[in-house]
């Protein structure tokens, strides 16, 4: 996780102290000291994605990062991901296909057609509420039809 450190110049006892501070802050502590084959496939994600965040990359590009993972832990790294970008302010771009999912942690979805030649068929402010949870936001009228509102746009863009 360090060797982009060092391509930044930062000398071997900061890349040492940001290569195991990333880590704990998105995952619980020791995740940094031990290998892939011992960590479950969500402590996995949160570990890639500890190693973007290292980088302070600009934007950070996620390509359906939380497809794999069980409802609950797509949740918990739905809202970690919301937490990161807010204490972090990193521009995040998030692909999926899971219509909540991109209403719950976007403040911006952009639908765009499929196949070659895409064109944008809707792009909609997410206006929710910045500290959400989830319970409570999905089952808030707002959530709902900002739902539908992407669902439609989604529908009408495939041609269903």
Known sequence: MSLPLRRRGLRRTERRAEAVRMPERVGPAGTARR????????????????????????PLLLDEPFGPLDPQTREDLEDLLREVH???GT??????????????????????????GAHVVLDLTVELPADRGQ????GSQAFVALRAKVGHAVRAGTGH
């Not at 999926?96 to 196949?115: C, K, M």
């Not at 319970?135 to 999905?138: D, M």
């Open 86 to 88: 807010r204490a972090e």
């Open 91 to 116: 521009t995040t771009v998030l692909v999926t296909h899971d219509i909540d999912e991109s209403v719950y942690v976007g403040d911006r979805v952009v639908v765009l057609s499929p196949g070659p």
């Open 35 to 58: 290998h892939p084959w011992q960590l479950s496939g969500g402590m996995r994600q949160r570990v890639a994605l500890a190693r973007a965040l290292v980088c302070r990359p600009a």
């Open 135 to 138: 319970i409570g936001t999905r």
